[in-house]
């Protein structure tokens, strides 16, 4: 089992910036890529982006050359940094975890809530 909890959400302003962290525990040693995703009210949850413990990085369209993503491998944390963000970036931020033998992502956090608004 891998346990994920979210934190750094908040109400922001357009263009400006905020901060995810995604800390895991548990069975970390099995993990090997970690994804954000978000879902907007009435909206299908969809990708936002995922590193791998390489570092390697992938984003959605909508997001790329906006947010990155990084991660701190002793303290099993992952972070998301978004900047110029938009009203339509609002939506429940979640973290997710591949582990192996898994399918997908297998386990998910609770999600944090990500506002912009004037």
């Known amino acids: 089992q891998v346990q994920l909890v979210e934190s750094g959400g908040g109400l922001v302003q357009p263009g400006g910036s905020l901060r995810l962290s995604c800390a895991a525990s548990?069975?970390?040693?099995?993990?090997?890529?970690m994804g954000w995703f978000r879902q907007a009210p009435g909206k299908e949850r969809e990708f936002v982006g995922r590193?791998?413990?390489?570092?390697?990085?992938l984003y959605a369209d909508s997001v790329k050359d906006r947010f990155t993503i990084s991660g701190d491998n002793s303290k099993n944390t992952v972070y998301l940094q978004m900047n110029s963000l938009k009203p339509e970036d609002t939506a429940v931020y979640y973290c997710?975890?591949?582990?192996?033998?898994?399918?997908?992502?297998?386990?998910w956090g609770q999600g944090t809530q990500v506002t912009v608004s004037s």
């Open positions: 590193i791998r413990w390489s570092h390697s990085t």
């Open positions: 548990g069975r970390t040693g099995s993990t090997y890529a």
């Open positions: 997710a975890a591949s582990v192996v033998g898994g399918s997908g992502y297998d386990y």
